[in-house]
C-alpha cells in the first residue's frame, strides 16, 4: 500500500469519526427534545463541535452547558486527530528517507 493512500484513509477515517461524533451528540439533542428536529439538532452540533455556531439555532437557557462541553470536546478532538496526522506524516517521512532520522539520545541526526 503505498503512503498517500495510508495518509488518505487515515485522514477518512478521522472525518468519519468526527461525524459519527456529531451525529451522536445531535441524536442526543433530539431525544432530549432540545430542538426542533434531527435537521436543527445536526446543524446546531456540527456547529458546536466545530465552534462555528450556527446562527438563529440556540439550545434552551438550562441546557446551554450541553453545547459549551460540546464545543470543548470538538476542539479537543480536532486537535488531537490533528497531532495524529502530524505523527503518521513523520512517521512515513521516515519510512522513506531513514537517514533524516535522529538519534533521540544524541538530539542529533545519525
Known sequence: MTSSLVLSSTFVAIVLTHLVEIVLWAVVYERL????????SF???????????????????????????????GLLLVGLSTAFLFLALRKMFEMRHPETVSDPRSGFKS
Open 43 to 73: 446543524d446546531f452540533s456540527i456547529g458546536a463541535y466545530t465552534c462555528n455556531s450556527p446562527a438563529g439555532i440556540q439550545l434552551p437557557a438550562d441546557w446551554k452547558r450541553l453545547g459549551q462541553l460540546e464545543s470543548l470536546a
Open 33 to 40: 427534545d432540545l430542538l426542533h428536529g434531527f435537521d436543527a
